[in-house]
């Protein structure tokens, strides 16, 4: 792991967990010396309290949760206008996760990204996500479970309160990414963004405030094969 205080050149964050304030490492890096931005932000809705999300279910048949994730204050307010500023002026396209959130921020789009993530739950949890796109193509949609017993059955384990699947982002950059592309997340969270990078062969540049998740990063990218 590195410390934002500690870089002199952006090229140094390449293929690195960075921890540190995105905006400060943005401000280092030269226009559009990024192919595509893939991050999702805070959506200002106040996830970062204590929750517990780990989903089974107990003798009754009913949904429980009990596991406990990290408190913070990473979700009490959506990131400034300053921070989408730089994503648009150091990438050369943008994948937003929670677009809708920031729609003050962004331009008109054709292609939003849908992510129908409850497949099986029957919760009153938001059957999709949105992220909006720089790309000018039509609006696209992608399904996989992700709530509930969705979340559970999917393999992969939830270390972050709004962590996406990897699958999700591979398919990001299946579609989205090019041969060589450097690809940024300036919200990296459990480095999900990075660690689909690492699996399919692009160079990255990931970062997060939270000391916590940035050493939780290192973990998944450390592995030849992702279990946490």
Known sequence: MKQIKDITDWKECINQVICGDSLELMRLIPDKSIDL?????????????????????????????????????????????????????????????????????????????????????????????????????????????????????????????????LELMRWCLENYAKEGDLIFDGFAGSFTTARACKDMGFDWIAIDKEEKYCQIGEKRLDQEILNI
């Open 37 to 165: 931005c893939l991050c999702d932000p805070p959506y200002g809705i106040g996830r970062n309290k204590t929750i517990k999300t780990k989903t089974g279910i107990n003798k009754f048949g009913k949904i429980k949760t009990n596991a406990i994730y990290h408190e913070g204050d990473w979700d009490n307010f959506i990131p400034s206008k300053d921070f989408f500023k730089e994503i648009i002026r150091i990438s050369k396209n943008q994948i937003i996760w929670g677009g809708n959130y920031f729609v003050e921020h962004l331009t008109n789009s054709p292609c939003w990204i849908v992510w129908h993530k409850k497949v099986n739950d029957k919760s009153n949890n938001a059957d999709c996500e949105l992220a909006w796109t720089s790309f000018k193509t039509a609006v696209r949609y992608y399904q996989f479970g992700w709530v509930g017993l969705d979340g559970v059955n999917s393999g992969e384990k939830r270390q972050h309160p709004t962590q996406k699947p």
